[in-house]
C-alpha cells in the first residue's frame, strides 16, 4: 500500500472487485481530500461541471479523478459492507486484500470503527478457510490495520484458530506443530508494546488471563504426550503449566469461580482442563503442585459436564457460535488416557 488509499488486487469474483472500489472510491477517499474537494463531490449544483471538467486530486502517488457523490445515497455503511465483504471471500487471492482493507478502515476518520464482532468474524473464517497466515499478518501490521491482542475476547478468537489446526487434524504431529508455532507467535506478539505495555502486565492483561495460557499448555503437553514420547523435551511443558497454576485462582476461590462460568467459556476451560491433565501425565512426579492440579481437573470436569448437558439441552442455539463450538471442544477431547 502507498502513503495514499489503499491498493486492492484482483480478486475471484465481479462482485468482491465491485465492493472494494466502492471501499476505496466511497468511503477511504473521503479521508485524503481537502475541503475545497469535498465541496466539489458534495454538491449536487457542482455534478454537472465536475462530469465536464475533469478534476483529479493527488493522493500518495496517484491521481484520481474526482466524481460527484450523493452522499445520502452513494456511501454505504461501514459496518455493512464490512460484513458483506467477509462473505465474499472464496479464493486465496482474495484474503489478500485482507490486510489493506483492514488498514484503510483503521486509518478512516469517516468511518465506524473496526469492532470486536467484526474480527471475531474475520478470524472465524480465516480459520474456516486455512488463512490463518493472513490473520498473523494483520496482527504483525497491528500500527496500519488496527488489528491488536490488547483485549482477551480477540486474543481467545486467535488462540482458538491455532488450537482448531490441531483438534481438526485430530492431533497429529504435523497438525501439532504447527498449531504451537502459531499459537507461540500471537503470544510472541503480544509481548510487544504495539499489541500491550511490553514488560508491564496491567490488570485485566490477556498475557495473564488463563484461558491464553490454558491453549498454550494444552498444545505443548498434547504434543509431548503423543509426539516426544511423554517427554517434555524443550521444557515447554513446565513453562506453560506454572505459567497457568500462578494465573489461576487460589485453591479457595476455584469452586466458586466455575459457579459464575457463562455457556461461551466452556470453549476456553476444555484446553486448560486437557493442558493440565497431559501436563500430568508428561512431567509425572516434576509437575508442579500436583496435588492442587488434581483438584482443579476434578473441578473443572464436573463444571464442564454440568454445562455440557445444559448445551445439549440448548442445541438449536446459534449453530455456529460459542456454544457449539464449546461442545465440539469437549467431544474431540483426546480420550485415549
Known amino acids: 500500500m ?15 472487485d465491485s465492493l472494494l472500489s466502492t471501499v476505496r472510491n466511497r468511503i477511504f477517499l473521503f479521508d485524503h481530500l481537502n475541503q475545497a474537494q469535498l465541496k ?3 454538491q449536487d449544483s457542482l455534478k454537472e461541471r465536475l462530469a465536464a471538467e475533469p478534476v483529479y486530486a493527488r493522493i500518495g502517488d496517484e491521481d484520481i479523478r474526482l466524481e460527484h457523490i450523493n452522499v445520502t445515497k452513494d456511501i454505504p455503511r461501514s459496518t455493512t459492507i464490512r460484513h458483506e465483504m467477509l462473505n465474499l471471500l472464496k479464493e486465496p487471492k482474495d484474503w489478500e486484500n485482507v490486510p489493506a482493507f483492514l488498514e484503510g478502515f483503521s486509518s478512516s476518520k469517516s468511518a465506524a470503527p473496526l469492532g470486536f464482532d467484526f474480527l471475531d468474524k474475520l478470524v472465524r473464517r480465516a480459520s474456516e478457510a486455512g488463512q490463518q497466515h493472513i490473520i498473523l499478518q ?8 488496527g488489528m491488536s491482542l490488547r483485549k482477551l475476547p480477540l486474543v481467545e478468537s486467535v488462540m482458538w484458530s491455532a488450537r482448531k489446526k490441531a483438534q481438526e487434524g485430530n492431533w497429529d504431529e504435523a497438525s501439532m506443530e504447527k498449531a504451537l508455532k502459531y499459537a507461540e507467535q500471537v503470544a510472541a506478539l503480544m509481548e510487544t508494546e504495539a499489541h500491550g505495555t511490553g514488560r508491564h502486565l496491567q490488570k485485566a492483561d490477556p498475557r495473564k488471563a488463563p ?3 490454558g491453549f498454550l499448555l494444552e498444545l505443548a503437553a498434547v504434543r509431548a504426550y503423543k509426539h ?19 494465573a489461576l485462582p487460589a485453591p479457595s476461590e476455584t469452586s466458586e469461580a466455575r459457579e459464575e462460568m ?18 500430568t501425565k508428561v512431567l509425572g512426579p516434576e509437575m508442579p503442585q500436583a496435588e492442587r492440579v488434581q483438584k482443579i481437573l476434578a473441578d473443572y470436569e464436573k463444571t464442564i459436564l454440568e454445562r455440557y448437558k445444559s448445551m445439549q439441552d440448548q442445541k438449536a442455539r446459534n449453530d455456529r457460535g460459542y456454544v457449539s463450538r464449546g461442545m465440539k471442544a469437549w467431544q474431540d477431547r483426546i480420550k485415549d488416557t
Open 138 to 145: 494483520c496482527l504483525q501490521m497491528v500500527e496500519k490495520t
Open 2 to 16: 502507498h502513503s495514499g488509499l489503499p491498493t486492492f488486487h484482483e480478486t475471484s469474483s465481479p462482485e468482491l
Open 211 to 213: 484461558s491464553v495460557i
Open 228 to 246: 516426544t514420547g511423554g517427554k517434555d523435551v524443550d521444557g515447554k511443558v513446565k513453562k506453560y503449566a506454572e505459567r497457568l497454576l500462578a
Open 40 to 42: 466539489l463531490v458534495r
Open 262 to 279: 457463562p455457556f461461551g467459556q466452556v470453549e476456553a476451560y476444555v484446553p486448560v482442563w486437557q493442558g493440565l491433565k497431559f501436563a
